[in-house]
């Protein structure tokens, strides 16, 4: 497309050329022709007759002079029949007329004539205007009577055959322009944009599956080096990505394995030291053990923490997608919060813009934890003052499901934030102020995680800080929303999942290897009411499963002898009911994907340790095994 228009100025320049020349050239015959007629026809019939007047010794006898000069006469007016050219003479010394062929007679203006020698005469030619008409003339001199002799004829035909050759001249300019570019596009097409094509296409490939690649283009030119050097480099990101990956793995890997580790006895102490504090203490001894406990949840949550952001950094963590109300999670986190709040003398407050009666489609379980952050610092950092959590959609919500951006924002009285640290405030283990470690404690991790959350669903978070007055931080996340049409079935089940209740008695296997967690995870069960049996090996658990009279399994993952999937898979093997037993893994692996691989394997539900008296019942009554016994007695 682009060579058109090029292509059209050029061929139009060279047209205009070319349309000149012709038209000089067709003018430089017609003159031509004219001043040959002069020469060669007119004069030669006027000397002939002047020549036959000397042979005759009859030059100077006026009758015999008009005589042959009317023959003269005569003659050009045939010849101006035969030829369509006029003739006109006229007397040199009084400038009148002699003779004309034309019906009006003119003395023709020969002043800007050009001139020429032909047959040894000057003849004068040129263009000139006749009773409103355009005419070609041709003239010369005749001394011996005194006269000059004018051929003319009209310019008519000749200006029509160059309004001709112009028109011929653009067509042509044309036709060609239309010709050369489907060439040169279709060369172009062949040469250039199909190779680049191809090159494209490759590009595209590389960057969706980062593999080598093959360009079929046997070239020779740049376009050829170019597809090679995209083919080697793509070779080369392959073998990158798989390094990359290949350390990811392992880096994951190293994670999971670390986190079992530490999360195994992290829950031992825990555990422990919550059944610590049930046992009769003294004060001192009270006191020790809810330090304690107080430090091995603040080791979880770091071991959380840095768990979380590896993770996200390692591009794991997925977003997970459910419909849930916003509304009733904010006002869950509220009071879950608030006792915080209270005990920092602060007050916490909420509000919501058209959330009410509204389904959210995101990741809750990313946007609590963006929220608990936030609210938990704007706590931490506030005394005596007041923390907002105020919410909103964009958009109105309708009946059917829609894109919409989620705003929340979390607003302290708090001590603020020096504008210099807040530039980096986001940036990993950075805190505001080293003192801050030391008073209010801290990894400086929290905020990291937010906000690489918040951009994992689309969003963002943003702060605006005064120090001395307090802190702001937005929170924004891509979500779907529409608006909850609540049917009794959903009401019903609201009532049942709020009023149902474990039975006491229920018979709990307790698979578990390690002692002091399996005394945890007992005693935690028996806070539920449960009769436990434990076993600390898969084969028994499977064993005594087959032997009957379990209502529920908690299957430790690691385990010696036989590990927990091997043992479930057996299970779910066994024939009858006891195949249908529900099993719930216990395990230190906080990443869903194993989660995933346990479910495969046939467990029901699967609890993190370090496991605690709600996740056991919240797991239990999800199962709804409370009340399949409670239906089976
Ligand atoms: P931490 O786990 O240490 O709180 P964060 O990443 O959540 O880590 O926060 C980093 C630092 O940002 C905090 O140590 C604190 O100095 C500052 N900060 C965060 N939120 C607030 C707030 N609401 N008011 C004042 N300072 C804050």
């Given at each position: 497309m682009i060579y058109i228009p090029i292509l059209l100025i050029g061929m139009t320049v060279t047209?205009?050329?070319?349309?000149?020349?012709?038209?000089?050239?067709?003018?430089?015959?017609?003159?031509?022709l004219l001043t040959q007629t002069l020469t060669l026809n007119v004069l030669e019939i006027i000397n002939e007759r002047r020549e036959l007047l000397i042979e005759s010794g009859l030059e100077n006898v006026p009758v015999f002079r008009d005589a042959y000069q009317k023959e003269v006469f005569e003659e050009l007016k045939s010849l101006q029949q035969a030829t369509n050219r006029h003739f006109a003479i006229v007397d040199k010394s009084t400038e009148s007329i002699?003779?004309?062929?034309m019906k009006v007679p003119v003395v023709l203006n020969t002043q800007d004539a050009s001139s020429a020698m032909i047959a040894s005469r000057t003849v004068a030619f040129g263009e000139s205007?006749?009773?409103?008409?355009?005419?070609?003339?041709?003239?010369?001199?005749?001394?011996?009577?005194?006269?000059?002799?004018?051929?003319?004829?009209?310019?008519?035909?000749?200006?029509?055959?160059?309004?001709?050759?112009?028109?011929?001249?653009?067509?042509?300019?044309?036709?060609?322009?239309?010709?050369?570019?489907?060439?040169m596009g279709r060369v172009t097409q062949i040469l250039v944009v199909s190779p680049i094509e191809k090159i494209k296409s490759a590009a595209s490939r590389i960057a969706l599956d980062h593999k080598?690649?093959?360009?079929?283009?046997?070239?020779?030119?740049?376009?050829?080096?170019?597809?090679?050097?995209?083919?080697?480099?793509?070779?080369?990101?392959?073998?990158?990505?798989?390094?990359?990956q290949q350390a990811n793995r392992a880096k994951t890997d190293f994670l999971a394995v670390m986190s079992h580790e530490i999360r195994t006895p992290l829950n031992g102490i825990q555990g422990l030291a919550a059944l610590l504090l049930n046992t009769p203490l003294s004060d001192k001894q009270k006191q020790y053990a809810s330090d304690l406990k107080s430090s091995a949840s603040i080791l979880a949550t770091v071991i959380n923490d840095v768990l979380d952001l590896s993770k996200i950094e390692s591009g794991m963590s997925e977003v997970d997608v459910t419909e849930f109300d916003l509304d009733v999670m904010l006002n869950e986190l509220v009071t879950l919060l608030g006792t915080n709040a209270s005990s920092n003398n602060t007050r916490l407050v909420y509000k919501s813009k058209?959330?009410?009666?509204?389904?959210?489609?995101?990741?809750?379980?990313?946007?609590?934890?963006?929220?608990?952050?936030?609210?938990?610092?704007?706590?931490?950092?506030?005394?005596?003052?007041?923390?907002?959590?105020?919410a909103k959609l964009k958009e109105s919500s309708t009946e059917n499901v829609c894109e919409n951006r989620l705003v929340i924002a979390v607003k302290d009285s708090g001590i603020g934030i020096e504008p210099d640290r807040l530039v980096h405030i986001f940036d990993k283990f950075t805190q505001s102020d080293s003192s801050i470690t030391r008073e209010y404690g801290g990894t400086g991790l929290g905020l990291a995680i937010a906000k690489q959350l918040a951009q994992l669903l689309g969003g963002d978070i943003n702060v605006v800080?005064?120090?001395?007055?307090?802190?702001?931080?937005?929170?924004?996340?891509?979500?779907?929303?529409?608006?909850?049409?609540?049917?009794?079935?959903?009401?019903?089940?609201?009532?049942?999942?709020?009023?149902?209740k474990l039975p006491a008695g229920l018979k709990v296997l307790l698979a578990e290897d390690n002692a002091i967690n399996a005394v945890?995870?007992?005693?935690?069960?028996?806070?539920?009411?449960?009769?436990?049996?434990?076993?600390?090996?898969?084969l028994k658990a499977a064993a005594r499963v087959e032997e009957g009279g379990i209502d529920v399994v908690f299957m430790d993952v690691h385990m010696p002898v036989?590990?927990?999937?091997?043992?479930?898979?057996?299970?779910?093997?066994?024939?009858?009911?006891?195949?249908?037993?529900?099993?719930?893994?216990?395990?230190?692996?906080a990443f869903k994907e194993r989660h995933t691989v346990f479910k495969a394997a046939g467990m029901n539900d699967i609890v993190t340790k370090p496991v605690t008296v709600d996740a056991l019942q919240e797991s239990l009554l999800k199962l709804a095994i409370g009340q399949e016994v409670t239906d089976n007695k």
């Open positions: 047209g205009y050329w070319a349309y000149l020349t012709a038209y000089d050239s067709v003018r430089e015959r017609e003159y031509q002699v003779f004309s062929t205007n006749v009773n409103d008409q355009d005419v070609l003339f041709a003239c010369a001199e005749f001394n011996p009577w005194n006269w000059k002799v004018t051929v003319l004829q009209p310019a008519e035909p000749l200006q029509s055959s160059l309004f001709t050759i112009a028109w011929l001249t653009f067509l042509v300019t044309l036709l060609a322009v239309v010709i050369v570019s489907l060439l080598k690649v093959t360009i079929d283009l046997q070239q020779n030119d740049e376009l050829g080096a170019l597809a090679r050097d995209v083919e080697a480099m793509s070779g080369e990101i392959e073998q990158y990505v798989d390094e990359a058209n959330l009410e009666s509204v389904v959210v489609i995101s990741d809750i379980t990313k946007l609590r934890q963006i929220i608990i952050n936030l609210v938990s610092n704007a706590i931490k950092f506030t005394h005596k003052g007041t923390v907002s959590i105020s800080s005064k120090v001395g007055e307090g802190s702001c931080f937005t929170v924004t996340a891509n979500v779907q929303s529409r608006l909850k049409v609540e049917t009794s079935n959903d009401l019903a089940s609201v009532r049942d999942a709020n009023s149902a945890v995870a007992q005693a935690l069960l028996e806070q539920l009411d449960c009769v436990v049996e434990h076993v600390d090996n898969g036989m590990d927990g999937i091997e043992a479930t898979k057996r299970i779910r093997k066994l024939s009858g009911t006891l195949g249908h037993t529900p099993v719930i893994g216990l395990t230190a692996e």
